[in-house]
């Protein structure tokens, strides 16, 4: 699976996601900012705290191996980019003071399609 994500790294995304395409060999690549962004929270010098999110699917196509918890990243991209390849899918977002609501909500729809 080849996948670019060079267009993303022109922009400063609060959150990315990397989910499954239309076809089979197809990932879906999407970044957005926050409405209200917040300030950050448990970084370190070494990068910004993220909320993760990871997943892989069934052959029906549903979520399993879903799993959700925080990481200090120091590139987010060359993290997903490492993720891809062995068919991992997910979200990776910035922890602010604004993020819990829009992470727990995602992992609530995805641990429902369980």
């Not at 900012?33 to 069934?58: A, N, T």
């Not at 200090?72 to 991992?88: G, H, V």
Request: aromatic share 10%; proline share 4%.
């Amino acid at each position: 699976m080849n996948v670019n994500l060079s267009e993303l790294a022109k922009q400063n995304y609060d959150t990315i996601l990397f989910l499954p395409g239309e076809k089979d060999d197809e990932v879906r690549l999407e970044g957005s900012v926050y409405k209200d962004p917040g300030q950050k929270l448990d970084g370190s010098e070494s990068g910004d705290c993220y909320h993760i999110i990871l997943f892989k699917l069934e052959e029906e196509g549903n979520p399993i191996h879903l799993d959700k918890f925080e990481a200090i990243l120091l590139a987010p991209l060359e993290y997903i980019a490492r993720l891809i390849p062995d068919n991992w899918f997910g979200v990776v977002s910035k922890k602010t003071t604004t993020s819990n609501d829009f992470i727990d909500s995602t992992f609530d729809k995805l641990k429902n399609m369980c």
